[in-house]
T-cell receptor, first 116, second 111 residues
């Protein structure tokens, strides 16, 4: 079956612009996560959705970052007034609710964002 | 806070060599521990896990044992193959459901 799908795979933008990154999770997965991976580092947690609601957004770095999941499936990560420091690979992952606390997340290939 | 420290890479081995990638952690409470792997051109995927002290996770010939006394979860494989070339990430999860990752170790296996 299909895995986690992320679009675009690559995005180049200019400082100050607005960016949207999309994630289509595995069908039936109720939990959805966003992580950010900078060069040479491991992924860092941004936000976690259970259904339509953000259960934990403690990893969002500031109020320029926002994410939605209006119908409990596809999610969009939105970044306003992009800065060069936002350049990274943004990873989306999904999991079954029954995987609660087991840590088995299914990751997409990521969206590479470059801010010039 | 929670943190994971893993062996810096890159690591280059010949086929059939023994592999160890060290991982230690700091966490509040009793975390679950994981190794994730990222093959070239693919997304991160779970390799193995252990949820309590002294548990051994294993998969595809890889093993790691949850050592609470040394706060470690070292990854081992007795005989690596070229197809094992990838980036390996150690990670932990507590009740918050946030995965905390190490910085990754690049493994290259030469034929």
């Amino acid at each position: 079956g299909a895995g986690v799908s992320q679009t675009p795979s690559n995005k180049v933008t200019e400082k100050g612009k607005y960016v949207e990154l999309r994630c289509d999770p595995i069908s039936g997965h109720t939990a959805l996560y966003w992580y950010r991976q900078s060069l040479g580092q491991g992924p860092e947690f941004l936000i976690y959705f259970q259904g339509t609601g953000a259960a934990d957004d403690s990893g969002l770095p500031n109020d320029r970052f926002f994410a939605v999941r209006p119908e409990g499936s596809v999610s969009t990560l939105k970044i306003q007034r992009t800065e060069r420091g936002d350049s990274a690979v943004y990873l989306c992952a999904s999991s079954l609710e029954s995987a609660r606390n087991t840590g088995e997340l299914f990751f997409g290939e990521g969206s590479r964002l470059t801010v010039l | 806070g929670n943190s994971v420290t893993q062996m810096e890479g890159p690591v280059t081995l010949s086929e059939e060599a023994f592999l160890t990638i060290n991982c230690t952690y700091t966490a509040t409470g009793y975390p679950s521990l994981f190794w994730y792997v990222q093959y070239p051109g693919e997304g991160l995927q779970l390799l193995l896990k252990a949820t309590k002290a002294d548990d051994k996770g294993s998969n595809k010939g890889f093993e790691a044992t949850y050592r609470k006394e040394t706060t470690s979860f070292h990854l081992e494989k007795g005989s690596v193959q070229v197809s094992d070339s990838a980036v390996y990430f150690c990670a932990l999860m507590t009740s918050s459901r946030q995965l905390t990752f190490g910085s990754g170790t690049q493994l290259t296996v030469l034929p």
